[in-house]
């Protein structure tokens, strides 16, 4: 896997972190991914400065409410590179009033994000197009249910949390978990037949997470079901890392 700085997406400056055939597009300023392609270039955000939910609402993980923190587009934050090994790489963002702090860990198959510090409440979402556009094929799992991408829920998920988004044309699918269980509302619904809204520790427009969270993105190869539900358990579980020889060696459940 790789980290290359200096580039830029959709207008602003970003890291492009690449791992395992995917692209990661992630805005420095912003602290939020613009992009996210898959192995044959189907971008699952689609981030844009066209209005409302054909652009500018996309992103990952459009974290703080109303302020707009961690949200593609914004440039109200500074990032850091920590670690960028062969294997692994860290990237922290804290806003410029020093408020707020994530930090992203990429792993040759999913990134894991940490809220550090958060003096308020906040939610982490998934805003975007799953497969690069809204189809009538595509689905949202999770372990209760199976539903189509105009579905809509609003409930705690059950321990461990999870949702994943597939898309038939692509046959591939991208899982969200909390590292946490708690007993917060999570919801989805389809906005304006133009991108997802999921949200852990989202109640209509209120956040309900607080104190340091762990969240993991990660890509499968498949939108079976049955796959799904017996792979989702072991992502959503913390991740250790460990440092052998000077190379950051990741072990990924």
């Known amino acids: 896997m790789s980290l290359t700085t200096g580039g830029a997406d959709e207008g602003q400056s970003a890291y492009l972190i690449e791992a395992g055939g995917t692209s990661w597009y992630f805005q420095d300023a912003a602290g939020g991914f613009s992009s996210l392609l898959d192995s044959t270039g189907n971008d699952w955000i689609s981030y844009s400065t066209a209005p409302g939910a054909t ?3 996309r992103g990952i993980p459009n974290a ?3 302020a707009g923190h961690f949200h593609p587009g914004r440039t109200n934050a500074v990032s850091t590179i920590v670690v960028d090994g062969p294997l692994r790489a860290v990237v922290e963002t804290s806003t410029m009033d020093g408020n707020w702090t994530e930090r992203w860990e990429f792993l040759p198959t999913s990134a894991r994000m940490t809220m550090v510090h958060a ?3 906040y939610w982490f979402l998934y805003e975007g197009t799953p497969g690069g ?5 595509d689905r949202v799992v999770r372990a209760a249910g199976d539903d189509p991408i105009g579905g809509l829920w609003s409930t705690d998920l ?3 949390e999870w949702t994943a988004v597939t898309d038939a044309a692509a046959g591939r699918s991208l899982l969200l978990a909390s590292l946490q269980d708690d007993t917060s509302i999570d919801s989805y619904r389809l906005m304006e037949n133009a991108m997802t809204v999921f949200g852990f520790g989202r109640n209509n427009t209120t956040p309900l997470l607080t104190g340091q969270r762990q969240f993991v993105v990660r890509f499968l190869e498949t939108t079976d079901t049955n796959v799904l539900r017996a792979t989702a358990p ?3 579980q913390p991740i250790v890392t460990t440092t052998a ?5 990741p072990a990924e459940g």
Do not use: C, K, N
Request: aromatic fraction near 8%; charge should be negative; glycine fraction near 12%.
């Open 55 to 57: 652009g500018e609402y």
């Open 119 to 121: 003096p308020a409440s």
């Open 245 to 249: 020889a000077g190379d950051e060696r």
């Open 234 to 236: 072991g992502v959503a």
């Open 64 to 66: 703080v409410y109303p």
């Open 133 to 137: 556009a809204i189809d009538s094929t």
């Open 158 to 160: 059950a321990a461990p």
